[in-house]
């Protein structure tokens, strides 16, 4: 292996397509006031919200990576790799993220049934070499998510599994919510977490083979 991978996200989807796509990652987690930071952004576009968010991740992990309590954890990753995401739903001009309670969930599916939105997902990578940070890279990807035309009753039943209460946009593709969908057009591994293709695309940025990361 070239170099470590750290996962700055507490996605189980995430890690799990990492894992199955050959990278055995370390995972370490932001504590970000995101609403706060959007609100500091001020009138950007929906592309910029969700990468600047991935970015605000990576800074505030890489820190506690190189120079927190855990010397080892730090050596480790001193040449190493750290990938930080966010996802939104854009749908009829609105930009959400995890609806966190049933009545908000179940609010944006009556909305969201029979129509199309688009989930975009920021993605940061951060480059370390030699303990400090070398380079780092961002981008975002959409990905039009066509929902089903489901019922009332369809839509209270998935919100009081608690799945739509945890996701960004309040579904998932890999989960009870794919069954509430017609169909994606763009890139799976996007909607469940971490798109491969532009993950792969910003390692090369920074000068990393991907499969130099396959375990």
């Known amino acids: 292996m070239g170099s470590t991978v750290v996962l700055g996200s507490a996605s189980p989807a995430r890690l799990r397509v990492l894992r199955h796509a050959g990278l055995n990652p370390q995972v370490l987690v932001a504590d970000l006031d995101e609403d706060a930071i959007i609100a500091d952004m001020g009138d950007v576009r929906s592309a910029e919200v969700v990468t600047r968010l991935a970015q605000a991740k990576g800074e505030a992990i890489v820190p506690a990576i190189l120079t927190g309590d855990d010397p080892a954890f730090a050596a480790a990753c001193a040449d190493g790799v750290v990938f930080t995401c966010d996802s939104m739903l854009l749908l009829d001009g609105e930009l959400s993220g995890k609806p966190h309670s049933p009545e908000v969930a179940a609010a944006r599916w009556r909305q969201m049934r029979g129509n199309t939105g688009e989930l975009m997902t920021g993605h940061c990578v951060t480059r370390l070499r030699d303990g400090a940070v070398e380079s780092i890279v961002a981008d975002h990807v959409s990905t039009q998510i066509h929902f089903s035309d489901v019922s009332d009753e369809q839509i209270e039943r998935y919100v009081a599994t608690g799945e739509p209460l945890k996701v960004a946009g309040a579904f998932t593709l890999d989960g009870l919510g794919g069954w509430l969908l017609d169909g994606i057009t763009g890139d799976p591994s996007s909607v469940i977490g971490i798109s491969l293709p532009l993950t ?14 396959w375990q």
Not at 200 to 213: A, F
């Open 200 to 213: 792969r695309g910003l390692l090369s940025q920074v000068g990393v083979d991907v499969t130099d990361l």
